[in-house]
């Protein structure tokens, strides 16, 4: 149902159908070497026309909002004011505040901690400001409520997730497990991915799979001797801002008179949890943007296509308008992966124009409680060969014959 409403929606607005985008298409072009094969033959010439294809669109659609990808230094610096004075005076009232209120004013330094993260990853984009030096700043400066490294970050989420969005094997951002891997897990990974997709423990995926495995536990992303200096020296600015920002708190705290235990516990709550709001946010936040019955994930590089990708699989999620001020726009999310350049404050209307261009096949979908619970029941494990969700149960009537004839 899903493949055949896209593949309308494309052949009336292009001329092709989905399935001549999925083509051959290497994320990184190997090095060019010398080719003697002058006289090419037109069959190898015809088997590039799709890839071709698929690039012209992708580039056209990047040049249609390319007019919104204009950044302002002075925008930039309000913005990442704005929020941060915002934040420091709900920790001000945290601790000065006696009573149950303190702890609606604690909740909003976790929103506005949230709010800070997502300046410093427009900023780690290079898109918040004009200049590369004031986005440095403001993304590392953005990034120490959350405790997030920038280099690490910058690896994980623009290299990697924004050059091979839901590509199985490189995009680690809520990876579906096909049927078969999910069989032969372990009982205790089978029964952490079962506990990942329900309403409690959709938080804890982004604690524990990304800001831990693949945020702090970095090795893995780059070897370089450079990117490895940088982000040992973000891990400790990070590290330091944070442990600023306690300090700070807990000065406050003493000076109104707490005991020390006292104030070391309003200090180490001041810190906690607003880090523990922001990441069960955005750990549902980034499950809506790329988790729906429509969205295909990707087996191999040989069969990725970046318009499916970027426009067909990416989802805008509608919010109230005060609640998409206060998160910066980043639902608008078909925009950003089109183009990550566009900043924030420009990505609503970048969002609107790639709507106009593709219209129906752009997924859009209104939040609501409702809408994230049947994602989870409905969208559990992904049948790869035949592009389809299915849950758990469904994943495990599939015969094993069949299974291993897919591997």
Known sequence: MRGTHIEKV?????????????????????????????????????DRRPQVKAMTEYRRLRRAIAGEAISRDTVAVGIMATDSILYVAALLGFCLTPGPLRWIELFV????????????????????????????????????????????????????????????????????????????????????????????????????????????NSDHLDRSYAANARMTADKFIALAGFGLIYLGCFGVCAARGQAWTAAGFNALAAVIVPLVVYQYLMSITIFMHHTHPRIRWFPSRELYDPVAAQVLNTVHIRLPKPVELIFHEIFQHTAHHVNPRVPLYRLARAQRTLEAVHGPAIIQETFSIAYVLRLLRECQLYDYDAHRWLTIAEGLTIPDAKLRASA
């Open 10 to 46: 494309i052949d009336a607005r292009h001329g092709g159908s989905l399935k001549d985008w999925s083509v051959p298409l290497r994320m990184r072009q190997a090095p060019c070497k010398p080719n003697n094969d002058r006289h090419r033959t037109p069959a190898t010439a015809l």
């Open 109 to 216: 330094a976790s929103i506005m901690a949230g709010a800070l993260f997502l300046v410093g990853h427009d900023a780690s984009h290079r898109a918040l400001a004009a200049s590369p030096w004031l986005n440095a700043l403001i993304a590392r400066l953005a990034f120490m409520p959350t405790l997030h490294p920038e280099t690490a970050w910058n690896i994980g989420h623009n290299q990697r997730h924004h050059g091979a969005t839901n590509l199985r094997g490189v995009d680690h951002v809520w990876t579906p497990w096909s049927p078969q891997e999910y069989r032969s897990a372990t009982r205790v990974r089978r029964a952490l991915y079962r506990f990942y997709r329900t309403p409690l423990g959709i938080g804890f995926y982004y604690s524990f799979e990304l800001w831990w495995g693949h945020v702090w």
